[in-house]
């Protein structure tokens, strides 16, 4: 795959060369003129478009974590790497003062930014994420000798295989039969077991299970759903899939547990048992949606927001983490109610009353309203829509409702920071019925509007394939995969 240019500006789709493949003609004529917008995007943004090279799609997600104590913990594949927030903090040499993340996920930037000296603070709608965030500050912040020793004779005596009661383990329908009779009854012996340790020592136990799950399991979390096991004897309508091997509870719990105690014995965790770094400032979290927490902050308050929002392309984390928000007692109800009140990613999301939400956001949906290439491509998925021509046919609803809803998230953040401070935003582009959707270039043009300076965008050096689908129908074609980097004056 050869680099983008150092402007990206890749030449537009040649509609007309592929008409023959696009039976209805204004679905050409559409999608040309869609180009020709993009096109003009391309062109007034292609001075402050740099390809970086250091940017790898290793540091831009979590593989670049695997190798860090803690983050490594929990495989919360959504995320970006530490590597990447303390690379971007250094080359904008901001050291000091406090960091916001409006989607924050598994806390990686909330604790890189902490690991760097900043205050940072972060806003997770999703149970699993702020379970991961609250374990990690429990023994960053709390943990004691006492507990660490507690942690080291579970891995020894393995308690739970003789616990001679079980707690049940919740369930959605989407987790029915998720792990062999075996693994079932050890995990309900465990969440039994652990009920008589102290506080502390509970919230790891817990976040410890929480960290196997998957591997324990039937299923492989895929994108848009859970992927099941054809050893699972569940049908899906698709091809025999096979995961690989199935790990046994005892080894997986043991061994995890066991990555968190050498960590800690590393003194990379600063803990009471081990010196602390004088330079860490804390982590502090806000449970709930960034749609109805940002509003509620100060406004001039953070010299730095890193983050990555959820991205336009359908997927469902609550399908995805359904084993994790399960096991944390997450029922039916709840579940569809955090599918709603997350940022429009997936074909399920309903439309939101913004204006209700907030009248203050009148100016940021005019942004929108305003954006010549976002409408252009809503109307065409509308018309596609209409002609029974998509796959799903709640995409142009999510597609409308993710830029609208970011408008109102990129009007917050403009609020919420100082002068003179930086929001950087990691992001992927999309694609729908052939409609190439520049994210990076619409999201950007709307912070303009509603008042940011777009200081940068950082192009990776490869992009990133269309599905299999977008290709059979509509040809290959790369997509950018960027961070944004916009200033506040």
């Known amino acids: 795959m050869k680099e983008f240019s150092l402007t990206h500006s890749e030449p537009a789709p040649d509609y007309k060369s592929r008409s023959h493949e696009l039976s209805d003609p204004l679905q050409t004529e559409a999608l040309e003129g869609i180009a020709e917008l993009d096109q003009r995007l391309v062109k007034r943004f292609a001075k402050r478009c740099e390809v970086k090279r ?40 901001i050291e000091t003062g406090k960091l916001l993340d409006p989607f ?111 591997s324990i399991s039937y299923t492989r979390k895929d994108g848009q759903y859970l992927r099941w096991d054809k050893r699972s004897g569940r049908r899906q309508g698709q091809k025999p899939f096979d995961k690989g091997p199935i790990l046994e509870f005892t080894p997986a719990i043991r061994a995890k547990l066991n990555e968190i105690l050498n960590d800690l014995e590393s003194g990379d965790i600063p803990l009471q048992l081990f010196p602390q770094t004088a330079s860490k400032r804390g982590v502090r979290l806000f449970d709930g949606s960034c749609l109805e927490v940002l509003p509620n902050l100060p406004p001039a308050t953070y010299d730095a927001i890193v983050t990555s929002p959820p991205y336009c392309n359908r997927y469902d984390y609550t399908r995805t983490y359904a084993l994790e928000l399960a096991l944390l007692g997450i029922d039916k109800k709840e579940m569809v109610g955090l599918r709603q009140a997350m940022v429009s990613c997936t074909v399920e999301n309903r439309a939101k009353d913004l204006l209700k939400l907030n009248p203050a956001w009148d100016k940021a949906i005019a942004a929108v309203d305003s954006q010549e290439t976002l409408q252009a491509i809503l109307k065409y998925l509308d018309d596609q829509n209409d002609a029974g021509n998509l796959n799903n046919t709640g995409i142009p609803r999510m597609v409308r409702g993710y830029f609208y809803e970011m408008g109102c998230v990129i009007f917050e953040c403009l609020r919420v920071m100082k ?45 990133k394939g269309n599905s299999s689908q977008q290709m059979g129908e509509h040809g290959r074609e790369r997509m950018r995969k960027c961070v944004y980097v916009w200033t506040k004056s």
């Not at 019925?433 to 709307?446: F, H, N, R």
């Open 54 to 93: 250091s940017l790898t799609r290793q540091l831009v997600s979590f593989q670049a974590n695997k190798g860090r104590p803690a983050y490594r913990w929990y495989k919360y594949k959504e995320a970006f790497s530490a590597a990447l927030v303390e690379s971007l903090l250094a080359d904008s040499r």
């Open 104 to 214: 924050a996920g598994a806390g990686t930037s909330l604790f890189a930014a902490d690991g760097a000296g900043m205050a940072a603070e972060g806003i997770e709608l999703l149970p699993i994420g702020q379970e991961i965030i609250k374990a990690r500050q429990c023994i960053e912040s709390d943990f004691t000798s006492s507990d660490y020793a507690v942690l080291k004779t579970w891995t020894e005596e393995a308690p739970w295989e003789r616990e001679r009661t079980t707690q049940p383990l919740p369930t959605l329908q989407i987790t029915e039969g998720a792990y062999p009779a075996q693994t079932l009854k050890l995990i309900e012996q465990y969440l039994a077991a652990i009920g008589h340790e102290s506080e502390r020592v509970q919230t790891i136990l817990r976040f410890a299970v929480l960290c196997i799950l998957e």
């Open 419 to 463: 002068h003179r401070s930086t929001m950087f935003m990691v992001n992927d582009n999309v694609r729908y019925a052939g409609a190439s959707i520049s994210v990076d270039l619409i999201l950007s043009d709307i912070a303009e509007k509603i008042g940011f300076n777009i200081h940068k965008i950082l192009v990776l050096p490869t992009g």
